[in-house]
T-cell receptor, first 115, second 110 residues
């Protein structure tokens, strides 16, 4: 079975500090990987995606993530966070099933940036 | 504007009543999904549809039903059989893995 594990449910950090949100996945087939952000009472917005090619992907708002196939990880990083980054972040895996696929999410990590 | 629209944003239901949540997209996506979100549990897949007139159960389909009569529309019915329906419901559509989400519907049973 395929799964997505976000290792930290909550991450508190001070403003301007670096942050890493961890994500590991399990899949026996090729996948696409995504990070989404959710602000309170809203839908999810795409931060960045890995489809193929360079393992370091850059997204919006200064976030980046690195795909590590051997460790089956896709950790999200930002070198210096802002108060406005406070939100819940979801890692997701799209697994191919023939010509179609299915999208599975982790349980989310709440990032809380303090002044 | 291209996108995915959920309505209503807030919905109240009495116990024992069925209620239908609307989801419409004009992105021409084949795949559509319904997720339920509860605090600390992430997004759990209720139903998904890869093509018109076809859909599959997700991880928590009991007490829910869907239809996919048109490509643009994927309504979700929360039936009285769903024992704990109060939650935030998110609809999404996707092509090639990238998903676009609606703004969600918060359902409260009173």
């Amino acid at each position: 079975a395929q799964s997505v594990t976000q290792l930290d449910s909550q991450v508190p950090v001070f403003e301007e500090a670096p942050v890493e949100l961890r994500c590991n996945y399990s899949s026996s087939v090729s996948v696409y990987l995504f990070w989404y952000v959710q602000y309170p009472n809203q839908g999810l917005q795409l931060l960045l995606k890995y489809l193929s090619g360079s393992t370091l992907v850059k997204g919006i708002n200064g976030f980046e993530a690195e795909f590590n196939k051997s460790q089956t990880s896709f950790h999200l990083r930002k070198p210096s966070v802002h108060i406005s980054d406070t939100a819940e972040y979801f890692c997701a895996v799209y697994r191919f099933e023939g010509s179609q696929g299915n999208l599975i999410f982790g349980k989310g990590t709440k990032l809380s940036v303090k002044p | 504007d291209g996108g995915i629209t959920q309505s209503p944003k807030y919905l109240f239901r009495k116990e024992g009543q069925n209620v239908t949540l609307s989801c419409e997209q004009n992105l021409n996506h084949d795949a559509m999904y319904w997720y339920r979100q509860d605090p600390g549990q992430g997004l759990r897949l209720i139903y998904y549809s890869q093509i018109v007139n076809d859909f599959q159960k997700g991880d928590i389909a009991e007490g829910y039903s869907v239809s996919r009569e048109k490509k643009e529309s994927f309504p979700l019915t929360v039936t009285s059989a769903q024992k704990n329906p109060t939650a935030f419901y998110l609809c999404a559509s996707s092509r090639g893995g990238r998903a676009f989400f609606g703004q969600g519907t918060r359902l409260t049973v009173v």
